[in-house]
T-cell receptor, first 113, second 109 residues
């Protein structure tokens, strides 16, 4: 058990809808990262937060947004969903933002019908 | 562009048959190289961090090594429970991790 909690485990929705994925980092970790993993691609970095502030952005679509709250949990919001957004979404956390091992949750599997 | 390439894509081993997985990388300013293990339906599990060429880390049947261009994950006398996808990632000067697509390892009894 990595200590990173993601909910829900599975999400099934339709095109055009909006969903929110939630992540609670390991106790003591201040940095949170979001990744997307689809069948034909590896883990793709989306966005990073550190102590409530956005720190780095990857290839995150404009339809996607995230935030980190004062209690350090994070939410990833996906809107105007398309079939191609079906994937596993992972959250990871680390103590500090730089060059630290990241510890991953077990992901949310998003299926768009 | 920073890039990580892992080989082979898939590897089938008999129990006890030692082998190595390769991770070659191109990165501007390597700050660290990370190995993870991922089981089906689970998130990646952290194994090792290597920071400089020549560094080695060991854990049970696994040993990771690092050179200036690549890293190896050596698996000695593997067991069926070592079956998983092994992921390599590098961190550059932007803090984010760049992952390879992994090596799927199957160990048969």
């Amino acid at each position: 058990d990595s200590g990173v909690t993601q909910t829900p485990k599975h999400l099934i929705t339709a095109t055009g809808q909006r969903v929110t994925l939630r992540c609670s980092p390991r106790s003591g970790d201040l940095s949170v990262y979001w990744y997307q993993q689809s069948l034909d691609q590896g883990l793709q970095f989306l966005i990073q937060y550190y102590n409530g502030e956005e720190r780095a952005k990857g290839n995150i679509l404009e339809r996607f947004s995230a935030q980190q709250f004062p209690d350090l949990h994070s939410e990833l919001n996906l809107s105007s969903l398309e079939l191609g957004d079906s994937a596993l979404y992972f959250c990871a956390s680390s103590v500090r933002p730089s060059n630290q091992p990241q510890h991953f949750g077990d992901g949310t599997r998003l299926s768009i019908l | 562009e920073d890039q990580v390439t892992q080989s082979p894509e898939a590897l089938r081993l008999q129990e006890g048959e030692s082998s190595s997985l390769n991770c070659s990388y191109t990165v501007s300013g390597l700050r660290g190289l990370f190995w993870y293990r991922q089981d089906p339906g689970k998130g990646p599990e952290f194994l090792f961090t290597l920071y400089s060429a020549g560094e080695e880390k060991e854990k049970e049947r696994l040993k990771a090594t690092l050179t200036k261009k690549e890293s190896f994950l050596h698996i000695t006398a593997p067991k069926p429970e070592d079956s998983a996808t092994y992921l390599c990632a590098v961190s550059n000067n932007t803090d984010k991790l760049i992952f390879g697509t992994g090596t799927r390892l199957q160990v048969f009894p």
